[in-house]
């Protein structure tokens, strides 16, 4: 079945980069997301990253794919304490402009002034 | 513009009572999603329609659990006979069907069944 797998907790220091990982099993998967969720808020898309490529990168945002090891992360540059909140990962269920996702179980990344 | 809206943002009732839970996509938005979502866990997906019909059901934990989308744009979640486990924060989310399948989410339900 399918499966998304994070590490639960990271804490960095601010000005510090943060790397989230993540582990998905499904291959056929055509997009790969990351969202951000703070306390009491729904999720906010952050990006994604379209299976035929290994990296996007967004202003302070950088997406790395390795998809033969089913691995995705995503670093955050010069992490602010504003960036501290749940971030997940989640898999297209069937590919293509439709269908629901997969949700990881999500990584809480504190930052420390 | 205005994003995915939810009411109400909280519900508390009791069990064995129904509970209806509305959402607004986004003007456009083709697609809808409901997803669960547990305390400490990602959402887990519920059911989503494509215009006004439920095109993948399989989310629904058991038949006490339904959704329309009669008109293809506002959708209700109706939970019937609630039960202490169905306390959950219940988000809508909704797409234009575009290639990437940009899912935007609502604020969510915070659903208490005491």
């Known amino acids: 079945g399918e499966d998304v797998e994070q590490s639960l907790f990271l804490s960095v220091r601010e000005g510090d980069s943060s790397v989230i990982n993540c582990t998905y099993t499904?291959?056929?998967?055509?997009?790969l997301y990351w969202y951000k969720q703070e306390p009491g808020a729904g999720l906010q898309l952050l990006t994604y990253?379209?299976?035929?490529?290994d990296m996007k990168q967004d202003q302070r945002l950088t997406v790395l794919l390795n998809k033969k090891d089913k691995h995705l992360s995503l670093r955050i540059a010069d992490t602010q304490t504003g960036d501290s909140a749940i971030y997940f990962c989640?898999?297209?269920?069937?590919?293509?402009?439709?269908?629901?996702?997969?949700f990881g179980k999500g990584t809480k990344l504190s930052v420390k002034p | 513009g205005a994003g995915v809206s939810q009411t109400p943002s909280n519900k508390v009732t009791e069990k064995g009572k129904y509970v209806e839970l509305r959402c607004d996509p986004i003007?456009?938005?083709?697609?809808l999603y409901w997803y669960r979502q547990s305390l400490g866990q990602g959402p887990e997906f519920l059911i989503y329609?494509?215009?006004?019909?439920?095109?993948?059901d399989s989310g629904l934990p058991n038949d006490r659990f339904f959704a329309v989308r009669p008109e293809g744009s506002v959708s209700t979640l109706k939970i019937q006979r609630t039960e202490r486990g169905d306390s959950a924060v219940y988000l809508c989310?909704?797409?234009?069907?575009?290639?990437?399948?940009?899912?935007?989410f609502g604020p969510g339900t915070r659903l208490t069944v005491l």
């Open positions: 989640a898999e297209s269920m069937r590919g293509g402009s439709q269908g629901n996702l997969i």
């Open positions: 329609f494509q215009g006004t019909g439920a095109a993948d």
């Open positions: 003007s456009g938005h083709t697609a």
């Open positions: 989310a909704s797409s234009d069907g575009t290639s990437a399948n940009e899912q935007f």
């Open positions: 990253i379209f299976s035929n490529m």
């Open positions: 499904d291959s056929s998967s055509t997009y």
